[in-house]
T-cell receptor, first 113, second 110 residues
Framework: NAGVTQTPKFQVLKTGQSMTLQCAQDMNHEYMSWYRQDPGMGLRLIHYSVGAGITDQGEVPNGYNVSRSTTEDFPLRLLSAAPSQTSVYFC????????????FGPGTRLTVL | GENVEQHPSTLSVQEGDSAVIKCTYSDSASNYFPWYKQELGKGPQLIIDIRSNVGEKKDQRIAVTLNKTAKHFSLHITETQPEDSAVYFCAASGSEKLVFGKGTKLTVNP
């Protein structure tokens, strides 16, 4: 099992550009989520999904879109990047029988100039 | 919603000493309290967790205690080693969503 994988590892964008952060898991987990990590702020939930076709907003959803067409993939889209979106992004997944225990990917470090 | 406070933000100890990190939470309905360790450049990794029907849990050199009445829980690391140096996050969960503390940077000096 590769677990939770994220691509790219690093990305630099200019203000206004769009991009998609990829997340995939091979553990057949129903529950997936996206967090952002900023210095001194801990991890904050952006969006989450309890299964294919179902998504919901977390604590800081503005400026981000998600979709869940398959169990394995949960991409995060930035429609028009802003400097405030400079952060490290983590994807996580968990099993329906144990939604509490989340497994995190290695992260994507995004810089918006 | 849930709010999790974590202290201290930084902690420096000598190798072999014990380290204690404390968290408080606000939502009395929360019933799951994990601790994550994050090494530089990596994602958080679950190291230990506790549920509300248990007061203490131990796994080798690490232990977690929970006081539901006071709404606080703590991570205890004994006989610290340099490889314990990392950022540690506590979290609380009551309904599918984890709310994290802001993290504690632990440095273990050889």
């Amino acid at each position: 099992n590769a677990g939770v994988t994220q691509t790219p590892k690093f990305q630099v964008l200019k203000t206004g550009q769009s991009m998609t952060l990829q997340c995939a898991q091979d553990m057949n987990h129903e529950y997936m989520s996206w967090y952002r990590q900023d210095p001194g702020m801990g991890l904050r939930l952006i969006h989450y999904s309890v299964g294919a076709g179902i998504t919901d907003q977390g604590e800081v959803p503005n400026g981000y879109n998600v979709s869940r067409s398959t169990t394995e993939d949960f991409p995060l889209r930035l429609l028009s990047a802003a400097p405030s979106q400079t952060s490290v992004y983590f994807c996580a997944s968990s099993n329906r029988d144990d939604t509490d225990t989340q497994y995190f990917g290695p992260g994507t470090r995004l810089t918006v100039l | 919603g849930e709010n999790v406070e974590q202290h201290p933000s930084t902690l420096s100890v000598q190798e072999g000493d014990s380290a204690v990190i404390k968290c408080t939470y606000s939502d009395s309905a929360s019933n799951y309290f994990p601790w994550y360790k994050q090494e530089l450049g990596k994602g958080p990794q679950l190291i230990i967790d506790i549920r509300s029907n248990v007061g203490e849990k131990k796994d080798q050199r690490i232990a977690v205690t929970l006081n539901k009445t006071a709404k606080h829980f703590s991570l205890h690391i004994t006989e610290t080693q340099p490889e314990d140096s990392a950022v540690y996050f506590c979290a609380a969960s009551g309904s599918e969503k984890l709310v994290f503390g802001k993290g504690t940077k632990l440095t273990v000096n050889p």
